[in-house]
């Protein structure tokens, strides 16, 4: 029986038509077994109303003439069954045949000593002499007070069968009609829910081999469609796991690539000056201090790479803690402005501010609001020469709005998405003059981010680049 268990087709088919064929079984049993007790208990009332009418006619004489056999034949022919007049001893005396055979016979006398008591009988009379089994009655023949006998009626039990054979063998055909039917209707339900199952089966398959675009389109049944919208989620959310994954192992190798590359850069130098000094090739004392200085500077840019790298990793890790308190953001502009005033001047660079009077004040850590505004002034004086830059304040509803804005070479459309990322630095930043670690915008941004602000940036090549960050106004 393994075969049947195979597939779930063949399960719902067999089981179904298992099921109706035990249902129209069950049914053409039950109709055919109260239908034949229903013609035969109709049968043997109506022979009962029947042999009572024949007492009614006969009840005045105790001893049959040759008027009582008439009439018996009358009844004969008008309710088509035969009829026996039995005494008291239960000898038949009388029939509705002239010649029947059966004069001059009895009954058992179980059935005649029941009548003269007063009672019907009714049963399936087998009597020697009849070919066929009869269904028939005997009431008692007579007046209450005074019973000269029974009365006998037959009626033939091979109509009776015939009729309960009919409805067996129309029950059987509706049966088998039946069983074509539900063949075909439950072909048709077992394939409508196997079909998209093997479907679903095939996309989960490709789904397993990494083909997360795979998608499953059903319909109907309303279940199965829901489970098929599940698989696609599950799918679409296997696809987007993939994709990050793959994202993060491009970030991870880009991030490797670059900062290999930044530390490269500074330790080759550093090491063609020390192979340099120590092959006594610099004999002149003012180029080996020059070379001592190139390398010292060269140990800051490292060490200023290492600290913004831990500073990056600290707050994507959520490891830094704000220390917020109320903050007059002009206050904090003029710190910033003070301390990279000379770095501008250095550069031809104009450093000022502008700042709308009487500003709310905000909610915030100085330390890393100076920071942030630090990070993004230096940037901008360092891709300015002979310019200005400008830090600007002023309030946009339940925000303060700060922007930096220069008016240098400005950064290129397709980097503008690219600029906040680790190490990213676009063609403004390949000069061998201008030097950074590629970390200050991202620390810029995940700052602004923990203090619930946003930030932004718009730039034009040639023409400059604006930087603007808000952060919420506290009421104190």
Known sequence: MRWVHKTLFRRLMISYLVTV??????????????TKGHLYERTQEELVRKAKRVNLAIQHTSVPNESTVELLAFFDQSFDNRIWVFNREGEIIATSMKDEVFLGKAVSQRIASTVLTGKDI????????LNKPMLSVVVPWGKKDHIYGGIVLHAPVEGMAQTVN???????????F???????????????????????????SEIERGNYHQRVHIEHPAEIADLAETINCLAEKLEQVENTKRSQEKVRNDFLTNI?????????????????????????????LRYYQIMYQETLQVNRL????????????KDVTLYKTPVQIDEVIHIVVQCLSKEAEDKGTR??????????TILADPDRLIQILKNLATNAIKFTEKGSVTIEAKQMGQHLQIQVVDTGMGIREEDLERIWERFFKGDRVRSKTIKGTGLGLAIVKELVEMHDGEISVKSKVGEGTTFTFSLPIVEI
């Open 122 to 129: 009714l049963t399936e009379l087998e009597f020697e002499g």
């Open 260 to 288: 290999s590359h930044e530390l490269r850069t500074p330790l080759t130098a550093m090491q063609g000056f020390l192979e340099a000094l120590q092959d006594g090739l610099v004999e002149d004392e003012d180029t080996r």
């Open 166 to 176: 009919y409805i067996r063998e129309t029950i059987l055909w509706a049966t088998l």
């Open 351 to 360: 450093l000022k501010s502008q700042i709308e009077p009487n500003l709310p």
């Open 306 to 317: 290492v600290d913004d790298l831990m500073e990056l990793i600290k707050l994507q890790n």
């Open 21 to 34: 064929l035990l249902g129209l079984g069950v049914v053409g049993l039950s109709i055919t077994w109260f």
């Open 178 to 204: 039946g069983v074509i039917f539900s063949t075909a209707i439950v072909s048709y339900i077992s394939w409508s829910i196997s079909r998209p199952l093997r479907k679903i089966e095939r996309t989960t």
